[in-house]
């Protein structure tokens, strides 16, 4: 048996198909093109073309399907699937008008609260839209719900990764009833736990592509989890930092931590908690000042040697979401000093502050001691900012803590396979598997 993990990410879309003793058998990749990240045709075009990658003789092999996609990007569809409008995406605040709304009905310490969270985009469409368009609406998609529809055909079932930003209750495995009083309730999907069958694959979908008419569509993640997921991590204390776009950081804990004031909350991972929270600092900022190729030599001419003077916070737009939680909160990026590679050195420095102070909040909040970070990401090939995040992890924690630790699987892609070959049983099982070595 085999199975396929789907990734589309914040620069473009990457597949995994995974043996049952979990070797990669087939891999491929999309990079999106201007507009195909906010375009659902491109997402669909691209999903198809993902799929097609694969040589036919494993396509028929391929038991179990499952997608993940950006956290909080989310679709408002009609009865037959249909975006009605653009989807809006991850980072997209533009329906913060909502949040006093989402505020006066939410617990104060719901993920929910945030201008940029599913249940706020929510209700933005259903405050602004035309009564015309509005009366459509049927279902609320998260990317992944979306894509995996297309699969299977039925209504877009979520999974209680996505659905945590929109309200869902993931320690009662339930809608609350304060969402449910609310006029987007009609629009809530039907949740499940990650890695579950939702429903076998759509006829004419399995014989477009030749695969098995019995494989199974699954429940699927956000991009970040699926990373963690593929990073073999499963004890608690064991962390994992994406150095990607934006700066992530997840904590394994055996008990949740929420605090909104500073942008923290919970995913549920079978028996464990995964705590942790995203920054807007990442490779994103760096992309808008350095090449790959700049940045490769920059950072090999800093001389660590030397204490870094500045004092940076560098966000591409103003706007911070953990450690701390100001949807205005400025970029800070002056002085610039005329050489390049001092200014680099001050972008990754902050960054790696950023990170420590990330984990000392979790910490300081009722999280496990950090034990080991796994990194993963395209920053993770970068020595000089690992260098800098081994250092200031150290004098945050008052111990070595090793950041050299690369994923051995980095790919969320991989992560999104594993999910769907064992669920979310793989913890209990590597843990197992570690006690008796």
């Known amino acids: 048996m085999l199975a396929l993990g789907i990734d589309f990410g914040t620069s473009g879309a990457r597949s995994v198909v995974l043996d049952s003793g979990s070797a990669v058998v087939a891999h491929s990749r ?147 009833d304060w969402l449910l009083s609310l006029p987007v309730a009609p629009w809530l999907p039907i949740v499940r736990v990650p890695g579950e069958a939702i429903a076998p694959i759509l006829p004419a979908v399995a014989k477009q592509f030749s695969l098995s008419p019995t494989c199974q569509v699954c429940a699927g993640t956000t991009d970040s989890i699926a990373a963690f997921l593929a990073s073999g991590a499963c004890d608690p204390g064991e962390a994992v930092t994406s150095l990607g776009s934006t700066l992530v950081l997840k904590l394994l804990s055996r008990q949740p931590i929420n605090n909104q004031a500073f942008g923290i909350y919970s995913h549920r991972l079978g028996d464990l908690w995964l705590v942790g929270g995203a920054s807007n600092t990442g490779g994103a900022v760096l992309q808008q000042f350095f090449s790959a190729e700049q940045l490769t030599e920059l950072s090999a001419q800093i001389d660590l040697s030397q204490p870094c003077p500045l004092h940076y916070y560098p966000l591409a737009a103003p706007g911070e979401r953990f450690p701390i939680n100001d949807p205005d909160y400025p970029p800070q990026l002056t002085p610039r000093p005329p050489q390049d590679r001092e200014f680099l050195y001050g972008l990754l420095n902050a960054m790696a502050r950023i990170e420590a102070e990330g984990y000392q909040k979790l910490s300081s909040l009722g999280g496990p001691p950090l034990q080991r970070v796994y990194t993963a990401g395209g920053g993770a090939q970068n020595l000089t900012w690992q260098r800098l995040r081994q250092r200031w992890l150290s004098a945050k924690t008052g111990r070595t803590i090793d950041v050299a630790v690369i994923a051995p699987h980095t790919e969320a892609a991989y992560g999104t396979a594993r999910l769907a070959m064992n669920g979310l049983s793989q913890f209990t099982e590597l843990r197992s598997e570690r006690s008796k070595n």
């Open 30 to 176: 999309h990079r999106f093109a201007s507009g195909e990240a906010t375009s659902p045709v491109a997402w669909q075009q691209t999903l198809w073309r993902l799929i097609e990658a694969i040589a036919p003789p494993l396509r028929s092999q391929i038991e179990r399907i499952a997608i993940n996609g950006t956290s909080a990007t989310v679709l408002l569809c009609d009865q037959n699937g249909q975006p009605l409008v653009a989807p809006l995406l991850y980072g997209d605040d533009s329906a913060r008008s909502a949040l006093p709304a989402v505020k006066a009905a939410a617990p104060p310490e719901s993920p929910v609260l945030s201008a940029t969270s599913s249940l706020t985009k929510a209700m933005g469409w259903y405050q602004t839209l035309d009564s015309a368009v509005r009366s459509q609406a049927t279902h609320l998609a998260h990317q992944a719900d979306w894509l995996a529809a297309l699969l299977h055909g039925q209504s877009p079932a979520s999974d209680y990764h996505n659905a945590l930003k929109l309200g869902y209750d993931v320690g009662a495995l339930a809608y609350p």
